[in-house]
């Protein structure tokens, strides 16, 4: 194996932020055991970045990565791959295509089978070949990755941070919960026992803390005084969520972290009151050096499709596209907020946040 597919594997190994998962292929493997194949010619690994299956729809799209890649031409890499679904080695359901070459370490190809309902993925095959030897996975083993990827999110790494300076500085550290109360009958600031948590939201409620609106929470909350703060599917109900980062700027400690999470693709919800749609380029306009933030990471989880209920003529091949629920972004207070937003709420809007009785809790 040359050095440069050791360098990329290796970095895969390690784990790149929105790849969904990684099959090598074993080194020393004629049989392939693991994946039930045969042998892989100059196929070394998978690197799969999105694999779903939706009804009857499937989607893969992956890197081939390959050994002495450098070996071959442009050209006859992308004209040499061949990859293709199967079911009880029957001819195949769909070929999928070549994409693009990345020099002397992997093609990447996508494959897209609009197939029937009923069809078995516990007997589908993903077959990829390339020169005189291909590589057979099942998809049964292939799907985990996909499942793995939907379940990934930042707030296991959030929770991380949170323990990690308790025990290092033997304290409890502030956590400030903004939009925290029971949505949907779930207290998520009870998922940090280890911390001294805050739960401020517009509507007062069992466990809810202080009463107020997240554009104006540093009237009512003390400055920097809190080591963390998370808001989970609240963003996007903020008519002005730029003014937001500059508050939690303001009760966040120096050095102190934020985690929020918030849709990429959703249905409509508590409306008027739904504004905005993330995706994860989107964090950098609330936080960054301006707002007094540096983004540690940004994370897309949850991939959905999404297809008009009356399919349309335009836009063509939307099934094709996709989008994803959850959207995240993990970010730390470096300094003061060098900017405002001092606008009043009733100046821009005058509707409200749709407010429950307290104690009850819709769906969602």
């Not at 996975?137 to 790494?157: G, H, K």
């Not at 730390?332 to 307290?358: F, H, M, N, Q």
């Amino acid at each position: 194996m040359s050095g440069r597919v050791r360098r990329f594997l290796g970095r895969v190994t390690r784990g790149v932020a929105w790849r969904l998962g990684f099959m090598p292929i074993p080194a020393s493997a004629r049989k392939l055991p693991a994946w039930g194949g045969r042998p892989g010619g100059p196929i070394v690994a998978l690197d799969m970045d999105e694999c779903q299956a939706f009804f009857g729809y499937l989607r893969i799209h992956a890197y081939a990565v390959l050994d002495r890649a450098e070996a071959h031409g442009h050209d006859a890499l992308l004209a040499g791959l061949f990859v293709a679904l199967e079911i009880d080695g029957a001819r195949p359901v769909q070929r999928g295509r070549a994409v693009s070459v990345q020099p002397s370490l992997a093609v990447e190809f996508e494959l897209d089978a609009l197939v029937e309902r009923n069809v078995p993925m516990d007997r589908a095959v993903l077959v990829v070949g390339f020169g005189d030897g291909e590589s057979r996975f099942p998809m049964n083993a292939v799907l985990p990755y996909a499942r793995a990827r939907d379940l990934r999110s930042q707030l296991v790494e959030f929770r991380a941070m949170t323990r990690a300076l308790a025990e290092a500085e033997g304290r409890r550290p502030t956590l400030l919960d903004v939009g925290g109360r029971a949505r949907s009958y779930v207290q998520k600031s009870e998922e940090f026992p280890h911390c001294d948590v805050t739960v401020f939201d517009i509507h007062p409620d069992p466990g809810v803390d202080v009463v107020g609106d997240a554009h104006e929470m540093s009237r009512l909350l003390p400055a920097e005084s809190f080591d963390f703060a998370q808001s989970l599917a609240v963003f996007e109900h903020l008519l002005m969520p730029w003014k937001v980062a500059v508050e939690l700027n303001r009760v966040l400690k120096p050095g102190g972290v934020c985690y929020i999470w918030a849709p990429q693709t959703h249905a409509l919800h508590d409306l008027p009151w739904d504004f905005f749609r993330f995706s994860d380029a989107a964090w950098h306009a609330l936080f960054n050096a301006h707002t007094g933030f540096e983004i540690l990471g940004t994370d897309m989880s949850l991939q959905v499709h999404v297809v008009p209920r009356v399919y349309p003529e335009t836009p063509a091949d939307a099934e094709h596209s996709a989008g994803f629920m959850a959207c995240g972004v993990i970010a730390r207070k470096i300094g003061p907020a060098r900017v405002d937003w001092a606008v009043p709420l009733g100046e821009v809007i005058d509707t409200s946040y749709p407010l429950d009785a307290p104690g009850v809790h819709p769906g969602g």
